[in-house]
T-cell receptor, first 113, second 112 residues
Framework: DADVTQTPRNRITKTGKRIMLECSQT?????MYWYRQDPGLGLRLIYY???????NKGEISDGYSVSRQAQAKFSLSLESAIPNQTALYFC????????????FGAGTRLSVL | GENVGLHLPTLSVQEGDNSIINCAYS??????FIWYKQESGKGPQFIID?????DKRQGQRVTVLLNKTVKHLSLQIAATQPGDSAVYFC???????????FGKGTKLSVKP
């Protein structure tokens, strides 16, 4: 089984709908991240969390919100989806310093029509 | 698969040849670097890392070289195989909290 699991793997939704992407991990890591990936733009950080009580905005947090329900669970919500949120979304975890290697889930492909 | 390779630099190599993928980093104070591999339809996968006090680190069929003078990192893949076809990108830490900054990547295509 994957250490970092994202659900759903694919989602098509309509403009204005609220959707939630979920991430769970079995690595026992404290840190969790949400990224989006667009062609030619690489990975961009949306939100990150260093523990259950710590939530931080990343580079592109507008239009998104997150919830850290437990150490192992970190969900990303789009309150009112818009077409330019069509992208690949990745969740990642890390164990922190000294080497903050991040381990990624398989991704969620989201299309907003 | 997903179009993560669009608009990326592309390296095309013959199966069995060696591949060299390059990365320029921005922060001369970065103390470690990571290489990731992303196959079509999958998430980025950690390959190898290197600390700034090293010039070279070897893994299985992969070697990472670090040139701090010119802030350049390279990933060498020996005897490239079709399964090596993927997008490769480097990452360096950002700021004091240790988040990562990812490069945009290079697409490696292996010709049989």
């Amino acid at each position: 089984d994957a250490d970092v699991t994202q659900t759903p793997r694919n989602r098509i939704t309509k403009t204005g709908k609220r959707i939630m992407l979920e991430c769970s991990q079995t690595k026992g890591h404290d840190r969790m991240y949400w990224y989006r990936q667009d062609p030619g733009l690489g990975l961009r950080l949306i939100y990150y969390s260093f523990d259950v009580k710590d939530i931080n905005k990343g580079e592109i947090s507008d239009g998104y919100s997150v919830s850290r329900q437990a150490q192992a669970k970190f969900s990303l919500s789009l309150e009112s989806a818009i077409p330019n949120q069509t992208a690949l979304y990745f969740c990642a975890t890390s164990g922190g310093f000294p080497k903050n290697i991040q381990y990624f889930g398989a991704g969620t492909r989201l299309s907003v029509l | 698969g997903e179009n993560v390779g669009l608009h990326l630099p592309t390296l095309s190599v013959q199966e069995g040849d060696n591949s060299i993928i390059n990365c320029a980093y921005s922060n001369s104070a970065s103390d470690y670097f990571i290489w990731y591999k992303q196959e079509s339809g999958k998430g980025p996968q950690f390959i190898i890392d290197i600390r700034s006090n090293m010039d070279k680190r070897q893994g299985q069929r992969v070697t990472v070289l670090l040139n701090k003078t010119v802030k350049h990192l390279s990933l060498q893949i020996a005897a490239t195989q079709p399964g090596d076809s993927a997008v490769y990108f480097c990452a360096e830490p950002e700021g004091s909290q240790g988040n990562l900054i990812f490069g945009k990547g290079t697409k490696l295509s292996v010709k049989p």
